[in-house]
């Protein structure tokens, strides 16, 4: 899974710069396509690979070794160009991904039976805030690139910035408990 990690590291601003159709051709093959890995004996769907991406190769990057205080967050209101492309990254591969698999962590889900990219944007969106950036314009930028079709559109939750009951308790409890 690393070299799928590392391609996507290097190659997320295709997917920021391609046109519109081609985008949709990009989410259609997240959905469809497979990858077998012998080592592990296993086949995984594209779309999973990426929301694995986000959990364990962005989210790790982006969160603080300690929670910033108000002042630290104020003195930290310059936000890393590194910062900036891993949550470009994150977001992107949640765009693509386009809510077509979820996955199993009760560690990371709590007491919800699977997480999604809802748990994804959520967590993305306060972790960066966690971490003094201003999420807000990011979300945005990929929401005009994310799909509007489905009963819930990417487009539209990017564009909330993940605003979800999720986003209320992970900003609230600093991890997702299940209590909704």
Do not use: H, W
Not at 135 to 163: C, H, T, V, W
């Amino acid at each position: 899974m690393s070299e799928i990690f590392d391609y996507l590291d290097k190659n997320f601003e295709v997917y920021i710069n391609a046109a519109s159709e081609e985008r949709e051709k990009i989410r259609l093959f997240v959905k469809e396509k497979r990858f077998d890995i012998p080592q592990r004996n296993v086949t995984y769907y594209m779309a999973y690979l990426l929301l694995m991406y986000v959990k364990e190769r962005i989210m790790p990057s982006l969160k603080p070794a300690k929670k910033l205080s108000i002042i630290d967050k104020l003195k930290r209101a310059s936000e890393s160009p590194e910062d900036k492309a891993q949550l470009l990254r994150g977001l992107v591969a949640i765009s693509m991904e386009n809510l077509s698999e979820k996955f199993y962590d009760k560690s990371y889900t709590g007491e919800y039976p699977y997480g999604d990219a809802m748990y994804l944007l959520a967590d993305l969106y306060v972790t960066s805030e966690e971490r003094g950036m201003n999420p807000e314009n990011y979300f945005r930028q990929i929401a005009n690139i994310s799909s509007d079709k489905g009963i819930l559109p990417m487009n539209q939750m990017m564009a909330s910035g993940g605003e979800s009951r999720l986003r209320s308790e992970r900003s609230q409890f600093g991890e997702f408990k299940g209590m909704f």
